[in-house]
């Protein structure tokens, strides 16, 4: 095995992985190493904001995971996208801004994790941000992450705007403003007709700092320990086993899957998960891979005209969509700088509920099974989702062989509750999508079912319902008090020096909408507190 050496070694170049190397390397004195599975972030269908409809339902810069079996959704096998290039999931993620609640923050604190509240985290997002439409004390200029509306935008999204309206959902153009309720164009992580992904915003504009290094085909295979302390990281390129050493920390940003499957290879875990894979105990932490959460999404379509500013695979609309590619390529401007979403909202299920508790995603295209069941038509859709579910999951080892997927169960509908929740919001969604305001353009529903029939609809949901591609908390932060608790709030692996987990992992709940963001902010986070930490000396004599 050949080996280098680095003051700091990350695993995983994803949205918080790209924000940590990137702010790490601000200091010259100090070296890092990021460590990608996947490749180089170059395919024009990162780059083109449109070209996430064909990432999304295949393999391309994509793990296009598998969860086991699901019983609450009849016993369908559920689909896992996650970015596998530099960037992560934010390379091929629709791009929508959305930060979540105040509260989800504030309870992250409430829990025990001092540091994580509202007003503490807030600053953070700010640091992050390029804002090119709200200044205000809600919103950061001058970050690296380009947030912005897209250069193109269809009729058919501000007749989601009127129908909601029509609904008693009211306008409210900055949901990641002082209040979140109420409907919306989506703000965009675009910058220039392109896509802004953290790898964009962050890492490529300071590869050419000497200090850090970005490794990519690189998968992590084991972290290697000397005692109860992190020293390194060993990977596969190929099929050759090399070692990265760490002088001071190594820190995983391998998401939700990758960060628990990593931990577990290396002996980090529960004793009776590891067990049946003759796996050696290197330190008994329970909480590893469980606490897994997601947001459950419905799906409801519908036909549209081929003439509409929609996507589609028509003739007319195959026509439309290379002349949208040559204006792209030319000009970064028309069709092809749309995120495809463009519209939605957040409401609550029921005018007692604090926050709201469910989201629309209004989307300019007929979306059947994440887009892998392909109609020759035009059509729209809206995605409903239950932004705080009650269901628990867990992510677990298949084999021993780091490139062999994580057994991923997320445990959805598990917990009635989230069943009842779902209805509701899919009978909002439907009223929405069947008001007046489309009724110039809407034909046939894809799957019709009555809004008045909510046991219909609850079976529509357990045949059709999946991922929103938002998996949380397998490595869930808290106090010592929780024993399910992986990470304490400086994001330090309980019982083990000179490691940490910095991504979506972490999240002791899910944040009440889009994830990415939340994950930048962990990143930016992490910098800091790597930076103060007392105990960041290197390990000198011991290396």
């Excluded at 008693?168 to 802004?196: I, W």
Aim: aromatic share 8%; with cysteine.
């Amino acid at each position: 095995m050949t080996e280098m050496k680095f003051d700091y070694v990350i695993v995983g170049a994803g949205s918080a992985g790209c924000v940590l190397a990137a702010r790490l390397s601000e200091d010259p004195s100090v070296s890092v190493c990021l460590l990608e599975a996947g490749g180089p972030d170059s395919s024009v269908l990162i780059h083109a904001p449109a070209g996430v409809v064909a990432m999304v339902p295949t393999k391309i810069n994509n793990y296009a995971y598998e969860t086991v079996p699901q019983p609450g959704l009849n016993g369908r096998r559920g689909y896992q996208p996650r970015g596998k290039t530099l960037g992560g999931s934010s390379s091929i993620n629709a791009m929508l801004y959305v930060r979540g609640n105040r509260w989800d923050y504030d309870h992250w604190a409430s829990l025990g994790n001092p540091g994580w509240g509202y007003d503490e985290v807030l600053p953070l997002f700010k640091r992050s941000e390029n804002n090119e439409q709200f200044q205000n004390a809600f919103h950061g200029q001058g970050g690296p992450l380009n947030v912005t509306y897209p250069r193109f935008d269809s009729p058919l999204s501000q007749m989601f705007l009127d129908a909601a309206a029509q609904n008693g959902v009211p306008l409210n153009p900055d949901y990641n403003g002082a209040d979140q309720e109420g409907s919306f164009l989506y703000q965009v992580t675009h910058k220039n007709g392109e896509r802004c992904s953290a790898a964009k915003g962050y890492l490529t504009p300071n590869l050419n700092r000497p200090n850090l290094k970005v490794i990519t085909h690189a998968v992590s295979a084991k972290i290697n320990l000397e005692g109860r302390r992190a020293t390194g990281v060993q990977f596969y390129q190929g099929n050759q086993l090399q070692t990265v050493r760490a002088c001071r920390e190594v820190v995983l940003s391998a998401g939700a899957f990758g960060s628990p499957q990593l931990l577990q290879l290396s002996g980090i875990g529960d004793a009776s998960d590891l067990a049946p894979h003759s796996i050696a105990v290197a330190h008994n932490l329970p909480g590893v891979g469980k606490n897994l959460q997601d947001h459950i999404d419905y799906v409801q379509s519908w036909y549209v005209p081929s003439n509409t500013a929609t996507f589609g695979a028509m003739p007319r609309g195959m026509f439309k969509t290379f002349a949208a590619m040559w204006e792209w390529r030319r000009h970064r401007t028309g069709m092809i700088t749309s995120a495809i979403a463009s519209a939605g909202a957040f409401f609550k299920s029921h005018p007692d509920v604090a926050i709201p508790d469910l989201q629309l995603v209004f989307v300019l295209a007929l979306v059947d099974d994440h887009a892998r069941k392909m109609h020759i038509s035009h059509g729209i859709s809206c995605h409903v989702d239950v932004l705080r579910p009650f269901s628990r999951g867990t992510v677990g080892l298949q084999s021993t062989d780091p490139r062999v997927a994580p057994v991923i169960d997320p445990r959805f509908l598990s917990d009635e509750r989230d069943t009842q929740l779902l209805v509701k919001g899919g009978q909002m969604q439907q009223r929405i999508m069947e008001s007046s305001a489309f009724a110039s353009v809407r034909r046939k529903m894809l799957y019709p079912v009555r809004v008045d029939d909510a046991k219909a609809m609850e079976q529509d949901i357990r045949n059709r319902a999946d991922t929103q591609y938002h998996p949380v908390g397998s490595c869930k932060m808290g106090p010592d008090s929780d024993p399910m608790a992986v990470v304490d709030a400086q994001l330090r692996v309980k019982g083990v020096d000179g490691l940490r987990v910095a991504d979506a992992s972490i999240m002791p709940t899910l944040t009440g909408g889009n994830t990415n963001a939340a994950s930048i902010m962990i990143g930016e986070k992490a910098a800091d507190l790597i930076r103060a930490s007392k105990q960041n000396k290197p390990l000198g004599a011991i290396l």
